[in-house]
Structure formats: C-alpha cells, structure tokens
C-alpha cells in the first residue's frame, strides 16, 4: 500500500502484502476486496483509510438509507459527549473496544481537550484500523493501540499497553461505542468477563444499531452488512438493563444517540433515524 496524504483514498489495487512494511500490519492479510464495517464507518465520517469497496457498500447503504452519514456522524457526537461525561465524573482512563479507524473525533482528542494526561488505550483487529492507529499515536503521549479481538477480554486487559498505560485500581472507562452489533454471540457473558476488572466508579458506553423503529428499512441495511466481512446483530434498547448489569444507567437512561446528552443542534425531530440507541452506566 502506498504511502497517501489526508485527502486521499487508499487506492483499491493497492498490494496488502507490500502494505505490511508501508504501515506496520503485523497480524493479519487485508482482504481489499471485501468490504469491512469499521473502514465503511471511516468513509461514512469523511476519513480516508478504506478501499472502493468499502465506499461501495456504503453507497449501497445511502440507497436504503438515505440518513446513512447522519447514522455515523451522530454515533461519533455521542462518543465524544461520553467521553467529556467520564472526565467530568473525574475518570481518566479509557479502554476503547472496536475502536475502528481513527477518524477524526477520537477518544484521546476529545479527551486530551479536557485533559491532556488522560490515557486512552484503543483495540481493535481490523488490520487497517490497528495500522493506521499505531502511526496516528506515534507523537501521542499516553496513547496506545492492541492489535486483539475484544472478544478475548483476557488478552485485552493483559496486554502490555494496558497493563503500561491504565490502573485498574482506579476507575475506567469501557467505551463500547458502534461495536457490540457485530458481535453475533450472546455478549452478556463478554461484558461480564470486563466487568470483573473494572473497579466501582468505572463507566460503562455503549452505543448499538436497533431495527425496533425501522424494521423494513433496517432489514435491507443488515442485507447489505452481510455482503460484508461481518454481519450486524440488532439489540433493542429494552435490552440495555441486561447489557448493563452491574452499572447503574444514568440519565437519560437508553435513548436514540442524538438524544444522549445532546447540545440543541445534535438533536433531531426524528431521532429514530439514527437507528442507534445508547447509554452510560457506572459501576456500582
């Protein structure tokens, strides 16, 4: 892959093998061919770290759903909201599953605005988002990336950029944000094993696409998703009592992204359209 400057899209006949040395994969082969959620997610906010066929299945989301940037852009807003929520709740400490490829509104941007001696510990295995991570963080103090599964929660918090960077006897921040709906398997267990490290006072984020509103319109999304390296599982937000076990939900409870916390013009009439609910827990 060759070297590109911001403005430009990674080029799509791009070797992924001469990519290893260009970017520091280090675990994986890039499947350029097949489109990938988290680099769809990165052409939906504007970034440049995707292939053509990433931005064709997002082209192919924006004919079924026309709000499809609005989807992102707000799951973005309530990110960084949660993360100035955390800091003013005087957590310092991130732990970023799924955290994708970083476009612009980071965790350590939002928080390093606030607090530039936060520590922000991103993970995620899609071979570009971790490469790309990794560059971006190399001139970023108390920053660091894990090329790992969030689904190992043992690996995760073992790692030695967490165990480096974050103190588990202190609380942290698990921000879960756009993540959970490709992961196919019954997570409660998975949220669990991440719940037994955290220590009371610690914030829970999750954010998570839902058909419940737009049942036909969100079946030919997931239609779509499946034409991808991984598929989407929607969750109700009824079901956020259960993801959130152990935490105590703030307010205002589980509601549409835009709705969170929102400033007046990050909320919408129609809120639904952002097809993602979200919450904030703390543990008890």
Not at 8 to 16: F, K, N, R, T
Not at 88 to 93: A, K, L, N, Y
Not at 180 to 194: E, K, M, S
Request: hydrophobic residues 40%.
């Amino acid at each position: 892959m060759p070297e590109h400057r911001f403005g430009e899209h990674l080029d799509a006949s791009a070797d992924p093998t001469g990519s290893r040395d260009a970017i520091g994969l280090s675990k994986h082969e890039v499947n350029i061919s097949l489109p990938n959620p988290a680099r769809i997610y990165d052409y939906g906010l504007g970034g440049d770290h995707n292939f053509a066929s990433d931005r064709e299945a997002f082209h192919k989301l924006l004919e079924v759903d026309p709000d499809a940037r609005t989807v992102v852009r707000s799951n973005r807003a309530f990110l960084r909201r949660a993360v100035r929520f955390c800091l003013e709740r005087g957590i310092t400490q991130f732990l970023d599953l799924g955290s994708g490829v970083p476009t612009v509104g980071n965790v350590h941007d939002a928080a390093h605005e606030m607090n530039p001696d936060a520590r922000v510990v991103y993970v995620d295995n899609e071979p570009i988002a971790a490469a790309h991570t990794r560059r971006l963080l190399q001139d970023q103090p108390n920053t660091a990336i894990i090329e790992e599964d969030l689904r190992d929660p043992e690996a995760v918090l073992n790692a030695p950029e967490t165990a480096g960077l974050l103190d588990f006897s202190q609380p942290v921040a698990l921000m879960m944000a756009a993540v959970l709906h490709w992961v196919g398997d019954d997570v409660t267990d998975l949220l669990a094993r991440y719940r037994r490290g955290l220590v009371p006072g610690s914030a829970l984020a999750i954010s998570h696409l839902t058909d419940e509103d737009l049942p036909e319109q969100m079946r030919e999304v997931e239609a779509i998703f499946d034409e991808t390296s991984v598929p989407v599982t929607y969750r109700p937000r009824a079901q956020a009592s259960e993801l959130f076990t152990g935490f105590d939900i703030v307010e205002p409870g589980a509601v549409y992204c835009s709705e969170w916390r929102s400033e007046p013009h990050e909320t919408l009439a129609e809120p639904e359209r952002t097809k993602i609910w979200a919450a904030v827990g703390i543990k008890t």
